[in-house]
């Protein structure tokens, strides 16, 4: 699986949107972008993901570039709890292969 | 969505005695499970991958003796962590990929581990 580097800790504003890039300048075709969030003492939690088009749910946007060489994650209206570690993480669809987690962006929302 | 429960949610040990904890999936089969070791203020290592009805594959430099694992059934997996030591002390976490939302992986909750 493509390698993938993020910022160790961002911080923003409660209410604003929270950006949260990742360069995955490896990746390879049938790689998909995933995001995953861990709040403290918690199992991780699956956000979002993509191939190449950009993503939207109830939690979150992708935004993928054209070259797919990175990617941002919004959170549109961050809350105190958003404040987690966000690990960004590439990997082919439909396998059963295990997720390597890197060092992750370790966010914090402030009041 | 899937839920993956893990048991117990914290457990408390001498040294030199074993723990067992174990993983299971509630609402679906998992015929694969992996297993994540997270010490404090680090990312999740991945330890093994956990087989139903095989042997366990382990990451490099996990000892397998000493992470005994056992898949048992397609709902369960289970870690022993023998002989447990201090440093064994950390934040266990299971996880399952689930087949029919293009095997998305589900977390549980995790079990922490403290060894005296």
């Known amino acids: 699986d493509a390698k993938t580097t993020q910022p160790t800790s961002m911080d923003c504003a409660e209410g604003r949107a929270a950006n949260l890039p990742c360069n995955h300048s490896t990746i390879s075709g049938n790689e998909y972008v995933y995001w995953y969030r861990q709040i403290h003492s918690q199992g991780p939690q699956y956000i979002i993901h993509?191939?190449?088009n950009n993503e939207t749910n109830e939690m979150a946007s992708l935004i993928i570039t054209e070259d797919r060489k990175s990617s941002t994650l919004i959170l549109p209206h961050a809350t105190l709890r958003d404040t987690a570690v966000y690990y960004c993480i590439v990997r082919v669809l439909n396998s059963s292969y295990k997720l390597i987690f890197g060092s992750g962006t370790r966010l914090l929302v402030r009041p | 969505g899937a839920v993956v429960s893990q048991h117990p949610s914290w457990v408390i040990c001498k040294s030199g005695t074993s723990v067992k904890i174990e993983c299971r999936s509630l609402d679906f089969q998992a015929t694969t499970m992996f297993w994540y070791r997270q010490f404090p203020k680090q990312s999740l290592m991945l330890m093994a991958t956990?087989?139903?009805?095989?042997?366990?594959?382990?990451e490099q430099g996990v000892e397998k003796d000493k992470f005994l694992i056992n898949h048992a059934s397609l709902t369960l997996s289970t870690l022993t962590v023998t002989s447990a030591h201090p440093e064994d002390s950390s934040f266990y976490i299971c996880s399952a990929p689930v087949v029919s939302v293009g095997n998305e992986q589900f977390f549980g909750p995790g079990t922490r581990l403290t060894v005296l």
């Open positions: 993509g191939l190449k």
């Open positions: 956990s087989n139903e009805g095989s042997k366990a594959t382990y």
